[in-house]
């Protein structure tokens, strides 16, 4: 029987979907977390794809479907929010004294 053999390759195909997704909404921040884990599920199934190193297949898929220039925005949009959000974290300069909300009109 070969059980042991099946429970590994879905351990790496459910890895593998991981990696993607976790890239994938990296790259593309407003991405729905399980709308990434849905593209990384479908790609796992295509040979082509389950042949590339995970990030990379995020990156590769990326690039198909918004092209290299809308991908290297998004990524260096997501690395400058990353780099504000931590600066703002550890500098505590988000306080709720320091936060203004527009007023709702009624």
């Known amino acids: 029987m070969n059980t042991p053999r099946r429970t590994t390759e879905l351990q790496d195909q459910e890895t593998w979907i991981q990696l993607f997704a976790t890239r994938l909404s990296a790259c593309w921040p407003k991405l729905d977390p399980v709308d990434a884990e849905h593209v990384g599920d479908g790609l796992?199934?295509?040979a082509r794809w389950r042949s590339i190193e995970p990030t990379l297949a995020a990156e590769r898929w990326m690039e198909q479907v918004l092209g290299?220039?809308?991908?290297?925005?998004?990524?260096?949009?997501?690395?400058?929010f990353a780099k504000t959000t931590?600066?703002?974290?550890?500098?505590?300069?988000?306080?709720?004294?320091?936060?203004s909300y527009p007023e709702v009109a009624s």
């Not at 931590?86 to 936060?99: K, M, Q, V």
């Open 68 to 80: 290299p220039t809308s991908t290297a925005t998004i990524t260096a949009s997501a690395a400058s």
């Open 44 to 46: 796992s199934r295509e």
């Open 86 to 99: 931590a600066a703002a974290s550890t500098t505590n300069a988000l306080t709720p004294a320091s936060r």
